[in-house]
């Protein structure tokens, strides 16, 4: 085996580990996030500028994992749509 095909095994294999676990670790930034913003939002914190701007990189935190978790949906669909296919020719 050459390098290439070994660096191109090791990639794959760590593209796929990825994709199975991203949506369950973007629930969890989400949740840690969504935390961050009502800690944030506090009348008695709000009044830096500081914490504003915490809180609007917190939101923009929330937003955008949110892709891996539709992604991991339609997934999660495509594979269940595969098994009734299966299904209807037994």
Do not use: Q
Request: a negative charge; charged letters at 15%.
């Amino acid at each position: 085996m050459d390098v290439e095909k070994i660096v191109s095994v090791i990639c794959s294999s760590v593209a796929n580990f990825l994709e199975r676990i991203m949506p369950f670790l973007s629930l969890i930034s989400i949740t840690v996030n969504l935390f961050h913003v009502i800690v944030l939002t506090r009348k008695t914190v709000t009044s830096s500028s500081m914490n504003t701007l915490l809180i609007g990189i917190a939101i923009v935190d929330i937003l955008s994992p949110m892709l891996y978790i539709k992604r991991g949906i339609d997934r999660i669909l495509d594979n269940f749509e595969d098994f009734w296919y299966y299904c209807s020719f037994l």
